[in-house]
């Protein structure tokens, strides 16, 4: 069986790890950046109806300024970043299947301001001409290298599984400043953007069948039980 590698950021990592271990995988990787907070002044409420967001790292780091917005509805990318929302106090309006670009299209059935809470690397989206959106960065990613262990392992090759784009990119960037083959390892990613954003040259590309950590690493254990093409 190959092994596994992720290397999504914390508290995410080690939620992935323990599911990839309970399926049988054996799990290597460390988070290749850290999320840490951006200070920001939160608009009034009054000129929004509603919030338009992507991760649940919006809910981990965007502090006390988030107090102020909690009358508006969040529409979010998908159940994960739902839970951050409730918790932190929000009622979710839209939860989405397939990608914030999807949210937002769904959402143009109706003329709409929204106020998108994002990090500073996030999706450039295409509006439609009922929604108007405004921007604030609450968070940053913080880029980590590829630990030893894990650049000796990946010489002999394995399965990546990427959870976003920025994982995606860092990914390139890693293995080419030290010197890895791509033509080794098999990706199993969570969407089309991530795919193409992980670039060419990989042994293998898969897309996972939903936008979700439970589909994505039960891609990633098929690809590690076979000689995936």
């Known amino acids: 069986m190959k092994p596994l590698f992720l290397f999504r950021p914390e508290p995410g990592w080690s939620v992935s790890a323990q599911t990839a271990r309970d399926m049988g995988l054996e799990v290597h990787g460390a988070p290749l950046f850290a999320i840490e907070a951006i ?3 939160a608009p009034s409420p009054e000129d929004f109806d509603g919030l338009l967001v992507g991760s649940a790292n919006v809910f981990r780091h965007g502090g006390k300024q988030l107090e102020k917005l909690t009358k508006l509805p969040v529409h979010v990318v998908g159940e994960a970043t739902g839970d951050a929302a409730r918790r932190a106090g929000f009622l979710v309006g839209r939860t989405g299947r397939g990608g914030l670009q999807n949210l937002l299209d769904e959402l143009g059935e109706r003329e709409l301001r929204l ?3 994002a990090g500073a690397d996030r999706v450039t989206l ?7 959106v405004e921007t604030r960065t609450v968070y940053r990613a913080v880029p980590e290298q590829l630990g030893e262990e894990d650049r000796e392992l ?3 090759g394995g399965v990546v599984a990427l959870h976003s784009g920025a994982a995606a990119e860092r990914l390139k960037v890693e293995f080419d400043r030290h010197g890895l083959d791509r033509a080794l390892v098999d ?3 969570i969407g089309p953007r991530v795919a ?3 670039g060419e040259g990989w042994r293998s590309v898969h897309i996972a ?3 979700g950590d439970s589909e994505l ?3 990633a254990q098929a690809l590690c039980q076979t000689d995936a093409q």
């Open 154 to 156: 990946l010489v002999t």
């Open 209 to 211: 069948p939903a936008p």
């Open 187 to 189: 990706l199993a990613v």
């Open 39 to 41: 200070e920001w002044d």
């Open 217 to 219: 690493l039960a891609l």
């Open 115 to 117: 106020l998108r809470l």
């Open 196 to 198: 193409e954003l992980a």
């Open 126 to 132: 295409r509006l439609p001409d009922t929604i108007k």
